[in-house]
């Protein structure tokens, strides 16, 4: 099915960038947030539905940067054998040979190459994503939702929202077609928490 969206992403996951009011004015790494971030795919079986799937063990770093978001960037390395579909059958086949191999391909990673803002609130990603030691671009569809003090931990957090789809065939990935579909549609949903060594007090509006 799919890959990382290192996952991701890839990435994995990430994605970031947009213009932002109100957050600090210099570029911030961030660490994501594994268990506030989500890295989701669904593919088509057989017609009949879009089976549902996601990984569950990644790590991975964006730098936001506010005043000039084409200078942001975004590393995200996912463990393909993280792969999830809530079924210990369907799992094990994602796996093996046929699709993840994740015995020779452990990783699946995502490195952005060109961030391009498309709105106040959104931009096209652009990365590198490797999936069975295949590297292709693909373009993570970004939304920036918001950086704030987080209201328990006191950190500073960014939040983004992705899609992006691909075709695994482009990876090597064939097994199961055409029932199993080419298309994946890869769903990101990422929180990054500030790095203390970047860390600063944000201007507030």
């Not at 960038?17 to 989500?38: C, E, F, I, K, R």
Request: net charge negative; aromatic share 8%.
């Amino acid at each position: 099915m799919i890959r990382k969206i290192s996952t991701l992403a890839l990435g994995a996951a990430v994605a970031l960038t947009v213009g932002v009011s109100g957050v600090q004015a210099a570029p911030m790494t961030y660490t994501l947030d594994n268990p506030h971030t989500q890295i989701v795919f669904s593919v088509s079986h057989l017609g009949f539905s879009h089976s549902m799937g996601k990984f569950t063990d990644y790590e991975g770093k964006f730098i936001f940067d506010p005043e000039n978001p084409t200078a942001s960037a975004v590393d995200v390395t996912i463990k393909a054998a993280s792969v999830d579909l809530a079924h210990d059958k369907w799992n094990d086949h994602l796996k093996n040979a046929d699709f993840f191999n994740v015995e020779k391909f452990p990783t699946i990673t995502f490195k952005s190459t060109k961030i391009d803002t498309t709105g106040e609130k959104t931009a096209d990603i652009t990365g590198d994503l490797t999936i069975l030691g295949v590297t292709k671009p693909v373009v993570l569809k970004t939304v920036y939702n918001k950086t704030d003090k987080h209201p328990y931990s006191g950190k500073m957090v960014a939040g983004f929202s992705a899609t992006a789809s691909i075709k695994r065939s482009d990876f090597g990935m064939t097994y199961g077609l055409p029932g199993v579909a080419d298309d994946v549609n890869i769903m990101l949903e990422v929180e990054g928490i500030q790095d203390e060594a970047t860390a600063s007090t944000p201007a507030t509006e």
